[in-house]
């Protein structure tokens, strides 16, 4: 199929959308300074993507806040330093302060010209009404972890997006789903059998970030470097 055959757009919204490696590098960092823990940063944002995605999998009806600070914790005992209380929770509520990435608001306007546009989100429900409004668009469904009691990539949210699907009376086979992470959204994606894009945010850095190595197979169909290279594939070059 062409990107034009599609007709409804699925997002993972953290690391998609939303810039999360900078706003929990932003806590991390200064924690870190603070601490006297002598850490590069990736090295950082490693060990704490093991724990978010165990915390996440172990736990997955807790809320998004509450995984971020056990996460952070976890992170700290591995590097022999604890985190206090005041840092997890500075990390647990800093969701609504993360930046979106500069092209995300434009491209989205572009997309929701010809798409209809749905959210499948990691967060909570009101981490991501902090993010939309960062956004700039309205969308036609947003599913959260708080909603289907679990984390990708568990399948529930993919589900839970099928229901979405039949409400909106949008036939599956013109759904392509939109995602950064390999481990949270491509794998489960081809478990159940949708076509997706792979934005691959970190093209130009090494390694994985806050995101766990995928694990599973996984599979995408288009490859781009950027949400607004993306919206130039599949609606045309921007004007601006």
């Not at 953290?14 to 850490?39: C, M």
């Not at 290279?229 to 599949?234: L, Q």
Request: negative net charge; contains cysteine.
């Amino acid at each position: 199929m062409e990107l034009t055959d599609f007709e409804a757009l699925s997002f993972d919204c953290y690391g998609t959308l939303i810039d999360w490696e900078a706003g929990i590098v932003a806590v991390l960092a200064s924690w870190a300074a603070a601490e006297g823990v002598d850490v590069e940063l990736e090295r950082l944002l490693a060990v704490y993507a093991t724990h978010e995605a165990a915390v996440a999998k172990d736990s997955p009806t807790l809320l998004y806040p509450d995984v971020l600070a056990r996460s952070f914790k976890g992170a700290g005992a591995e590097l022999g330093h604890e985190v206090s209380d005041g840092w997890a929770e500075r990390l647990g509520g800093s969701v609504p302060d993360w930046p979106a990435f500069p092209d995300s608001a434009a491209a989205l306007q572009r997309l929701a010209a010809r798409y209809r546009l749905i959210i499948v989100s990691n967060v909570h429900r009101a981490g991501f009404a902090g993010s939309n409004r960062r956004l700039g668009v309205e969308f036609d469904a947003i599913i959260t972890a708080e909603d289907v009691g679990a984390y990708k990539p568990a399948l529930n949210h993919f589900h839970r997006l099928d229901e979405v699907l039949g409400e909106l009376d949008m036939p599956r086979d013109r759904l392509l789903h939109v995602a950064q992470s390999l481990f949270h959204d491509h794998a489960p994606a081809r478990q159940v059998g949708l076509p997706s894009v792979w934005i691959n945010r970190r093209h130009d850095r090494p390694g994985w970030g806050a995101t766990p190595e995928p694990s599973d197979a996984y599979a995408y169909g288009w490859e781009f470097p950027s949400l607004a290279a993306f919206a130039d594939a599949a609606v045309g070059p921007s004007d601006a």
